[in-house]
């Protein structure tokens, strides 16, 4: 309680310079003189007129702040996600950002627990990690202060696996297939776990389970991608974005400003952009040790449909931010899942008692704050490769769990229930 009342003071304190963003253009998307929020003369006009607005509108001095920096806004986000932040760009600054701080606190909160319950925590360890998140984990800071989603995120994801780990031919496996393809058109940066999930199902015999959850992904992604019509009016909103994205240079955000991801670190010391290597060897391991999982035989208890779920979606998490040319600070709370999953304590695995202890080395790592307390590690590219290497050590274990998976007894069968 005292880490979510320390987290809930700082949200109190913060102006939310992205939650700013994704508010203001909100309330524009489809207005009439706004045909599109991504263009160049949009962005500035959009800019400066909700800059004067935020001296008129409302006494907020947190408006005010957010307001200052975005002379020219830059909405990197989807269609998707302004269009989830309609409902609170209806009123004033000040409501629509307390009502953003108890929901993503609350998924935040709700996420972590539930994960926690799925891999087999009991209430002791996912409460103490809840507490050390909500005090001591700088990613959940950071998300806080500038207002980003990734809290948000974390929330839905645990609504993902949720509804994942029910029977293979459970109706629950097509709502998670269409709440899949809602999440990746949400934020598309967990677009590595699709493939890793697809992997896994394939070659764990979980082909019932695998055709569902593609039925969903249909239903989902034909769902999100008219969704925009109720914000935005028309579905032009789609190439707008792909053409904003796609025009933004590759090295516009550097180490110094808070660009923490291995790809960047590796930029600026070699001067070679590597992200498409980092991404290919990341997810091929990935791969490569879903296939020797498969050979072996059941000679121990092959996990549960919850276990290989999270490992899926958390060793895509990480191939993401392992390769990602943009990683800021708070995009590491979606390294958590990875954390969970490793600190249970289990007699099967490869590296035995030690895996465990590897992982709160790497939660540790992420976290940055006890870094800075205990060794006063405040250097922005220490920090990155302090991150970067926790992130690797958290794929690493994942990939040792992952390679010595027993098959699922039914596998060599045929599809399973």
């Known amino acids: 309680m005292a880490g979510l009342a320390q987290a809930w003071d700082l949200g109190r304190r913060s102006p939310g310079l992205d939650f700013y963003q994704f508010w203001v253009v ?27 607005r935020s001296l008129t509108d409302e006494d907020s ?3 005010r702040v957010a307001a200052g920096p975005w002379q020219v806004l830059e909405p990197t986000a989807t269609p998707v996600l302004y269009t989830a932040f309609r409902p609170l760009a209806g009123g004033s600054y000040e409501a629509g950002h307390f009502a953003f701080r108890v929901l993503g606190l609350t998924a935040c909160a709700a996420g972590i627990l539930v994960m926690a319950h799925l891999v087999g925590h009991g209430a002791a360890v996912a409460l103490l990690v809840l507490a050390f998140v909500a005090g001591s984990f700088q990613p959940l800071k950071a998300d806080i202060r500038v207002g980003n989603v990734n809290e948000v995120q974390l929330g839905m994801i645990a609504a993902y696996l949720w509804l994942s780990s029910r029977d293979d ?16 058109l949400f934020k598309p940066n967990l677009l590595p776990a699709l ?32 969704l925009p019509l109720l914000a935005f009016g028309s579905l032009r909103a789609w190439p707008d974005w792909l053409a904003y994205l796609t025009a933004l240079p590759a090295a516009k955000i550097p180490l110094q400003v808070g660009n923490m991801g291995l790809s960047r670190l590796l930029f600026e010391m070699l001067g070679v952009d590597l992200s498409a290597v980092l991404a290919t060897v990341a997810l091929a391991a990935v ?11 059941a000679e121990a208890a092959a996990p549960p449909a919850a276990i290989e779920d999270t490992t899926a979606v958390a060793a895509g998490s990480l191939v993401y931010l392992l390769s990602a040319p ?19 304590p289990r007699r099967e695995a490869a590296l035995g008692a030690w895996t465990p202890v590897l992982a709160a080395g790497a939660l540790v790592g992420l976290a940055v704050d006890p870094l800075t ?6 250097d922005l590219q220490h920090q990155a490769m302090a991150t970067s290497l926790a992130l690797m050590s958290l794929l690493t274990l994942l990939c040792v769990e992952i390679a010595g998976w027993a098959t699922p007894p039914a596998a060599a069968e045929g599809p399973v229930a």
């Open 373 to 378: 307390a205990a060794f006063g590690v405040r």
């Open 169 to 184: 031919i459970s109706r629950a496996q097509i709502a998670a297939g269409a709440w899949l393809a809602l999440i990746l």
């Open 26 to 52: 909100a309330q524009v998307a489809g207005r009439d003189d706004v045909p599109n929020v991504y263009g160049d003369e949009a962005r500035a006009r959009i800019g400066a007129e909700f800059v004067r």
């Open 195 to 226: 493939p890793v999930l697809i992997a896994c199902w394939s070659l764990r015999g979980r082909r019932r389970k695998l055709a569902r959850q593609a039925a969903g992904l249909a239903l989902g992604t034909v769902l999100g991608v008219l």
């Open 61 to 63: 001095e947190r408006r």
């Open 326 to 344: 943009m990683v800021w600070l708070h995009y590491l709370l979606l390294a958590l899942p990875a954390a969970l999953l490793l600190l249970r």
């Open 287 to 297: 791969l490569a040790c879903l296939w020797q999982g498969r050979r072996r035989s």
